[in-house]
């Protein structure tokens, strides 16, 4: 990196240990590299680029170039950083074609010039030079018209005094649509500098410190038509406007608001009324399937009800001889009556046991264990009431047809 006598070289050597010292950002291949970080390293020669072909950016400010020199071989530089170097003059930039960003800004340049060869710049940034020392601001800047492409020049804090800058130089840049042109003494030249500057470069966006928005260019050039008078009139005007299409605004939402509002409304209605739809079927549903009480109907429905059930029963009811039919009830209770005996035997003989068993049983319990005297009384009583219920459950069962069958006959 340095020669014998101390001073700094961008040397090969160090180029190959820069390569290496970070596989974050660098191959370790010069020509696939495509950056190339060199600021602030205090070189006073850009030279040992031939290796680094496919560069497209590289970053050499904050050293101390004198010239520019050493790129030719940079074909595909797109971004080339200079600033804060001692560059006096533009020069040697002939293969590098490509390059559409250009910094040359803190040097010491002194006229803009040899900018034809790139055809794709399209930023120029060249503030804090000496441009305008010589007292010639046009032909310190005459250099800008060999490349039409350009849509950013910063050109501020330079020695450019001439106001004829703007008609013979800015003006007939076509694509210019950011200008920084303050703390020049030309600014101070110019009447009504901003008014003026958006005026005549119909493209321009920003100019110094702030855009130019739509409305300030309407008032510029209603002031370069009429002056002041008119520039008042065009406010009022443009107030006006914006009232009303602030009031358009507020009408649109309002209409807007009130439109959901009625779909809203619409929207309920229609859902209550599906709401009663169903209700009613259900309530059709319930009424068929459960037809109202006696209680609910009137008493001439009831009489009706009553008088139509009676003509249907005799219609059904058939007729009886009355001395066949006491005889036949007769024989029927004696028959009843028998096999409700004979019912109840065998109930008897199923449920208490015979003496031989009820013998077995106990010699068998006595064999095993011997039971409490609660025990003992639970078991024949739970029996006997077994028999009961069985008995009155079939005598209703004999009961129920004989007293329907009189029922008939009444």
Do not use: W
């Not at 007939?172 to 920084?180: D, E, G, R």
């Not at 807007?256 to 619409?266: D, G, K, P, S, V």
């Amino acid at each position: 990196m340095t020669e014998n006598n101390g001073e700094k070289r961008l040397s090969k050597e160090f180029l190959k240990k820069l390569l290496k010292s970070d596989f974050r950002f660098y191959y370790s291949t010069p020509y696939l590299n495509d950056q190339l970080y060199l600021h602030y390293k205090g070189f006073p020669k850009i030279e040992n680029l031939e290796e680094f072909t496919g560069l497209k950016v590289i970053y050499l400010e904050g050293n101390g170039f004198t010239k520019i020199e050493g790129l030719d071989t940079l074909v595909n530089l797109r971004s080339l950083y200079l600033q804060e170097n001692l560059i006096k003059k533009i020069e040697n930039l002939d293969h590098c074609t490509q390059i559409a960003n250009l910094n040359l800004s803190d040097n010491c340049i002194k006229k803009i010039e040899n900018l034809g060869c790139l055809k794709n710049l399209g930023t120029l940034q060249i503030k804090r030079n000496s441009l305008g020392q010589d007292g010639d601001s046009v032909d310190a800047l005459k250099g800008l018209l060999e490349v039409p492409t350009i849509s950013v020049l910063d050109v501020s804090d330079n020695r450019l005094t001439d106001e004829a800058i703007v008609d013979e130089i800015l003006v007939k840049m076509p694509n210019l649509s950011v200008l920084y042109l303050q703390n020049n003494e030309v600014c101070k030249k110019i009447s009504n500098y901003r008014k003026t500057l958006i005026v005549k470069l119909p493209n321009l966006k920003y100019l110094d410190d702030r855009p130019v928005f739509p409305e300030e260019r309407r008032f510029a050039e209603a002031f370069a038509k009429g002056g002041l008078e008119l520039e008042r009139e065009e406010r009022k005007k443009y107030k006006q406007e914006q009232e009303e299409e602030h009031l358009r605004n507020h009408r649109a939402f309002g209409e807007m608001i009130e439109r959901y509002r009625q779909e809203a409304r619409e929207e309920r209605e229609r859902n209550a009324q599906a709401q009663q739809d169903d209700n009613s079927n259900s309530q059709e549903e319930r009424n068929v399937d459960n037809p109202p009480d006696l209680e609910d109907v009137s008493e001439e429905e009831r009489k009706s009800l009553n008088t139509s059930t009676t003509q249907q029963n005799s219609e059904s009811l058939p007729t009886y001889n009355t001395a066949t039919d006491q005889s036949s009830i007769a024989s029927k209770r004696r028959d009843s009556q028998s096999s409700n005996a004979s019912v109840q035997h065998d109930i008897r003989d199923k449920i208490l046991p015979s003496e031989s068993e009820e013998q077995m049983n106990d010699s068998r319990s006595e064999s095993n264990y011997q039971p409490s005297s609660n025990q003992s009384l639970e078991i024949p009583l739970q029996k006997m009431q077994i028999s009961e219920q069985r008995n009155q459950e079939q005598q209703k069962q004999n009961a129920e047809p004989e007293t329907n069958y009189l029922d008939e006959l009444e």
